[in-house]
Nanobody, 132 residues
Framework: QMQLVESGGGLVQPGGSLTLSCVAS????????AGWFRQAPGKEREGVAC????????YYDDSVEGRFNISRDNAKNTIYLQMTNLEPEDSAVYFC?????????????????????????WGQGTPVTVSS
């Protein structure tokens, strides 16, 4: 059974940092595009950052460009999201997603996967609250 499990969420003050982790089981992330999404109360889910395989090309939403960094450790079957200079507007439930059918480097680009939420496997989410 393919599964993604996120961790690392919590409460942080504005300007602070957090790193989220997403561990995959039941499939190998090595050949899969993956990404992070978030959903705040009353808002639609939005793509935050996505990464392709194997070249690790990335896509970031404008709202997090320069503050967030997505990375992958294929040996650990894990995707990370490093978040810095956090703002109250970043508060949301963060979801990890991946899809073994896409590398994000072919006809279906990493940007298209991120902007359309076109991934097939999703985690349960981890909450992030930015507040003083």
């Amino acid at each position: 059974q393919m599964q993604l499990v996120e961790s690392g969420g919590g409460l942080v003050q504005p300007g602070g940092s957090l790193t989220l982790s997403c561990v995959a089981s039941g499939f190998v992330l090595d050949h899969s595009a993956a990404g992070w999404f978030r959903q705040a109360p009353g808002k639609e889910r939005e793509g935050v950052a996505c990464i392709s395989s194997p070249s690790r090309s990335t896509y970031y939403d404008d709202s997090v460009e320069g503050r967030f960094n997505i990375s992958r450790d294929n040996a650990k079957n894990t995707i990370y999201l490093q978040m810095t200079n956090l703002e109250p507007e970043d508060s949301a439930v963060y979801f990890c997603a991946a899809d073994w059918r896409y590398t994000g480097e072919g006809r279906t680009t990493v940007e298209s996967l991120c902007t359309t939420a076109g991934f097939g496997t999703w985690g349960q989410g981890t909450p992030v609250t930015v507040s003083s």
